[in-house]
């Protein structure tokens, strides 16, 4: 979902319903979710994973098909907890994947409960170094965390796109000064590396092109749904212009 912070509450319904049309919330793909896993220790049937942000649970059933253990997702957002919930049974794995509504900035575990927490362009609603600080006392010792976050590409950047995420999300920073971030939060940073493109225009923008038509006819009158379909096509031509400059990167730390 945008990072985009000025949308009123009484429109984050039809948000909501929007995304619940695609499979995943925000950039990523199958294989990056697994290369990301792939910098983490193997986990044995006994552990547990938590994916915050998880929306409908793209990347979760993705982590469920190499962990053997018990992964709990939170979101905010009932609709999208129905729907993981939904996908998980549908993949016969109800009985140790499971979503709860809940909010990242307070979580329902207990300190040292966890092996893994996992975070796909989510911990920016929280913040990428309030979210590294607050969660760490979750994972167990040696435990790993792995985020995906908006990230400048390059020291310097167009004025367009520095002012539109200065607006979006102005967390956003340089992937050098998020790993020193990493490290101050308490982790060793064990690797970082950059989502292709791809992750964005196929498996992102991609799908939502016929989403949006749809979306306009259902709403068809609704200033709201208008205005939030131009800033969806508005980000992803911005997007197309600028992605040398700016795109997600993926950040797994080690608990220390
Ligand atoms: N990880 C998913 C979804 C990313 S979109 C994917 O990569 O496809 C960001 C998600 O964060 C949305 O599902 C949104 O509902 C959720 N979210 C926003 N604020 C939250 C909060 N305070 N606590 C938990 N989830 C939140």
Redo the contacts with the bound molecule.
């Keep these: 979902?945008s990072e985009n912070h000025s949308i009123h509450e009484f429109d984050v319904n039809l948000i909501v319903e929007y995304f619940s049309n695609i499979n995943?919330?925000?950039p990523?793909s199958p294989e990056i979710t697994l290369k990301a896993l792939s910098f983490t220790d193997d986990l044995s049937a006994e552990a547990h994973v938590a994916d915050?942000?998880?929306?409908t649970g793209?990347?979760t059933m993705i982590l469920a098909g190499q962990i053997p253990g018990k992964i709990t997702g939170?979101?905010?957002?009932p609709a999208?907890v129905d729907l993981f919930n939904a996908n998980a049974t549908r993949l016969h794995l109800q009985d140790r994947v499971k979503c709860v509504v809940?909010?990242?900035?307070d979580l329902p575990f207990k300190e040292e409960e966890l092996d893994l927490i996992w975070?796909?362009?989510?911990i920016y609603?929280?913040g990428f170094e309030k979210g590294l600080r607050e969660w760490r006392k979750y994972l167990k010792k040696n435990g790993y965390i792995a985020v995906s976050e908006a990230s400048w590409f390059t020291e310097e950047r167009p004025k367009e796109i520095e002012q539109f995420w200065m607006e979006a999300y102005p967390g956003i920073d340089t992937v050098a000064n998020k790993v020193a971030q990493m490290q101050k939060a308490g982790y060793i940073p064990v690797a970082t590396f950059i989502l292709p493109d791809h992750c964005w225009t196929e498996h992102f923008y991609d799908p939502q092109v016929s989403v949006q038509e749809n979306f306009l006819k259902t709403h068809a009158g609704n200033k709201f749904a208008e205005n939030f379909i131009a800033y969806q096509r508005h980000e992803e031509e911005l997007y197309r212009r600028y992605y040398k400059y700016y795109g997600y990167a993926f950040y797994i730390g080690k608990k220390r």
């Design positions: 979902m995943r919330q925000g990523g915050l942000g998880c929306g793209g990347q939170i979101d905010l957002f999208f809940g909010s990242m900035d975070s796909e362009g989510a609603n929280i």
